[in-house]
């Protein structure tokens, strides 16, 4: 496959899908989720020769995890769209209307950013909520998902694809890539895609950045933490830490180091060791913890910036919350983090100082998700600051154009005082 010529093709589609009908682009939406599944069973079966080979291939267990889509996947990913079908229409939103001067009217309008490439995890599901939501908002879409759920994304794909064309999107509306080798050529296409959204490692991502003149936007890695203060609840901050490692232990949204006031320590480490026992959890900490609990010691020189995705937690003793927030803000990730305190004013301070995406209080970090948000679903978790941050839904695939309505006005009778502006906001 041509990757420059097709993204060339994608680029002229992209004003049609703009400008369809959201009740069309809603049909769409329908129809994938009825081909789902009406395909069910194939899906599943797609989804086991990826198993199979990912257990030949000794791939990691939390790894695994992500690959499967079974009836609990299609199920969530019937959800989401159902919700999806359910949102306002992105487009066409007017953010600003001003009289410039009597005949001359300024309106901001939203609309899609146009061809956008996704390069993703191998995750099933994912290749549903992206595809969904580009589609929703009016947007052509480059799909690249993981090789080793090579087979599943190649139906998942094919049913959406076909869905969408028979509720009459474009044609060219939605590609796949399946070659590694496409991803380089997908970078050098700065004439036909508007923006880049990585999935993955760090490594990853920052290859991605590196070797493309395209704008990127996404995360790198998920380093999560919540802080224990000395003025939480036990009730609330031990089913939270469980929660927030174990409930999905494989995602980028799941807690990863755990800080604690040393004030309430030695009451607090051993209650909490025993839950992450028996949720099969492995603490890794420092000496000073160690003579508290039982742990893995951290060897000297490794850096917190850690993000294990898997049953293994960092615990961390800090002497303030300026401590544990002056420790986010150097070893996280800015993605989400988390404060467990009863101190509303503790809370503010922490939830001003700490630079994420997302900042809680006494809620388990797996909520950083767009589903959740009720945004429908997500394309990924943005921790930059332009465009759009935290979990990327319908909002942050819309960019906006300004127009222009006027009866003849020139800019020279403005420069020569012949005529003046008033600016009134309509």
Known sequence: MNIREETKQMKLASPLLAATAMEKRNEALACIREALNAHKEEIFEANRKDLALARENHVAPAVVKRLTFNEAKLSDVTAELTSLISLPDPIGKVTLDRELDEG??????????????????????????????????????????????????RILFSLIHEAAVKAGLPEKCLLQAEQHNEIDELLECHDSVDLLIPRGSNAFVQYIMNHTSIPVLGHADGVCHMYVDKDYDIKKAIPLIIDGKTQYTAACNAVETVLVHRDIAADFLPKLADALREASVTIRSSEEVSRLIPVEIIPEGESWHREYLDLILA??????????????????????DCIITENDETARRFMTLVDSAG????????????????????VGISTSKIHARGPVGLEGLVSYKYNLLGHGQIVGDYASGKKKFHFRDL
């Open 104 to 153: 001359l009217r300024l309106t901001r309008v939203t609309c899609p950013i146009g061809v956008i490439g996704v390069i993703f995890e191998a995750r099933p599901d994912a290749l549903v909520q992206i595809s969904s939501l580009c589609l929703k908002s009016g947007n052509c879409a480059i799909l690249k998902g993981g090789k080793e759920t090579t087979y599943t994304n």
């Open 359 to 378: 900042v809680y209080q006494n809620a388990s970090t797996r909520f950083a998700d767009g589903f959740r948000y009720g945004f429908g679903a997500e």
């Open 315 to 336: 615990i961390k003793l800090v002497s303030d919350v300026d401590e544990a927030i002056s420790h986010i803000n150097t070893y996280g990730s800015h993605h989400t």
